[in-house]
């Protein structure tokens, strides 16, 4: 089995080098509490491998189960699936019980429950109290009453980890829910073309104007791995900014950009600095375009384009109705306790970004003065809300501008949620930077961001940049960099 993904297509490979015994015999994974809180359908994530649950997870199951709370929902959703395999049990418990019926054809293997009590198999030195050292005691005796199959702990605890491999058991962290294992990998939504491009794909080129934007049908060899709303870009002796509109076998449609780095297309009074930010724009003021991701690090610019955008399509184009701005709210450090006020009172510490760049967006109109920024910026805030997470299930947006910000920090149960509450002529913009996770048992592969960037790849009606560089301040930039 891949050491690095539980439950993968190669699982059973690598059981072959251990001994002829055990070539057929399936892995016991023994499953953490916290693995079965951050995802309940890892049950049925091990393909033809076994699981085995013991009686101090269940107890912490139960006593996490209250509450509203993310870990609280999986938890109850865990019990219950556990309570539905264990009713509909035809054989003993001791024997295990067969998940393919509960769960995806893809989970051959059975469920054991502990049924019988486990003796202290434990150095001294582990307290017996603690629920990790209990579950490391079991582990390590299914690994001294089972020597002919291999036992493996999975836990996202770091600690819990390190402290089974000094006892010499096997474990790993649960990698089922990652959508990519190397973030590296990741769409960036940008493609650099090479010199040559054009005597590659310009044979029997085709191209035509309509509305004011040029269209090339190329074929190639590129053509064939192009992206529908990647953008493409040659940077040479004649600069070329075009995004794919239509991409078939060996044949691509580009469509030249709009230039929103000249001021005469200003977005809000804001132009684009940098390549990036110009396809951001692009995608931003897009009214065919539903769902944009934009990545970056600290001062891309991530914000300040998304609300230009929101409020030139809101105010002056009259395309939708009001924004509407949300974030998850994970401190960076110790929380500031319970906050008085209604619920966008609330949320006002966590808007800090939102009030800096509608300094900024007030800061464009010099001609206004002092009283005319004063009744804009009244405007703007009249037509902007501020929303909480928590009270999102259930409700749909039309025709809104949906900005979430800081979603590195959602997961990806999470951002189906939020994603759709979008009713019609609504459109859904998500930022974020992956390298800057708060949310306990987050990676960079297995955020809620990074699974809608890989997911909506390639959808007619989404796009994606990664923005490169700072225009924040050469201190930022700098930071950025040695840090």
């Keep these: ?284 003021m897009n009214p065919e375009v539903d769902f944009v991701t934009l990545l970056g690090q600290a001062g891309t610019g991530k914000t300040l384009l998304t609300l230009a955008a929101g409020l030139m399509q809101t105010l002056e184009h009259k395309v939708y109705s009001e924004i509407i701005m949300t974030r998850v709210t994970v401190p960076v450090g110790e929380d500031i306790g319970f906050l008085p006020g209604t619920e966008e009172e609330k949320m006002t510490p966590w808007m800090g970004a939102l009030e800096d760049n509608l300094d900024v967006l007030n800061k464009t109109d010099t001609s206004a003065g002092e009283w005319g920024r004063a009744a804009t910026l009244d405007l703007i805030r009249s037509r902007i809300r501020i929303k909480s997470l928590n009270f999102m299930r259930g409700r749909t947006f039309i025709n809104k501008f949906l900005i979430i910000d800081e979603a590195q920090n959602l997961t990806p149960k999470q951002m189906k949620t939020l994603i759709t509450r979008a009713g019609p002529a609504t459109k859904v913009v998500c930022l974020g930077n992956i390298a800057q996770i708060d949310t306990p048992y987050l990676s960079e592969g297995s955020s809620g961001l990074t699974y809608v960037v890989d997911r909506f790849k390639g959808w007619n009606h989404s796009g994606h940049v990664t923005l490169q560089r700072g225009e924040r301040s050469r201190l930022a930039d700098y930071a950025t960099e040695i840090l």
């Design 1 to 284: 089995m891949n050491p690095r993904k539980p439950g993968s297509s190669t699982a059973s490979k690598s059981s072959a080098s251990i001994a002829p015994v055990t070539r057929l015999m399936p892995k016991l994974f023994v499953l953490d509490s916290n693995v079965l809180m951050h995802d309940p359908i890892s049950l049925f994530r091990f393909q033809e491998h076994d699981i085995y649950i013991t009686m101090t997870t269940l107890e912490e199951l139960d006593n996490n189960k209250k509450g509203m709370s993310e870990v609280a929902r999986n938890a109850r959703q865990t019990s219950r699936f556990l309570d539905e395999i264990v009713s509909s049990a035809i054989t003993d418990i001791d024997e295990g019980i067969p998940l393919q019926s509960h769960g995806t054809k893809n989970a051959t293997g059975r469920l054991f429950l502990q049924t019988q009590a486990i003796t202290n198999v434990l150095p001294v030195y582990l307290a017996s109290g603690s629920a990790d050292n209990q579950i490391i005691g079991a582990v390590k005796f299914l690994h001294d009453t089972h020597q002919n199959r291999v036992v493996t702990l999975v836990s996202k605890d770091i600690n819990m980890r390190i402290k089974a491999r000094a006892l010499g058991l096997a474990a790993e962290d649960y990698f089922n829910d990652k959508v990519l294992e190397d973030t590296d990998v990741l769409f960036s939504g940008i493609q650099e073309l090479p010199e040559d491009f054009w005597d590659e794909h310009g044979k029997d080129m085709e191209s035509w104007q309509q509305s004011g934007q040029t269209f090339y049908r190329v074929s190639g060899p590129l053509a064939g791995g192009f992206v529908i709303n990647q953008f493409v870009y040659l940077e040479h002796d004649k600069p070329f900014y075009a995004q794919v509109k239509e991409a078939s076998g060996r044949t691509a449609v580009l469509q030249t950009l709009k230039d929103y780095t000249h001021q005469k297309n200003n977005v809000w009074g804001i132009t684009a600095r940098n390549r990036e930010q110009n396809f951001a724009f692009n995608l931003l």
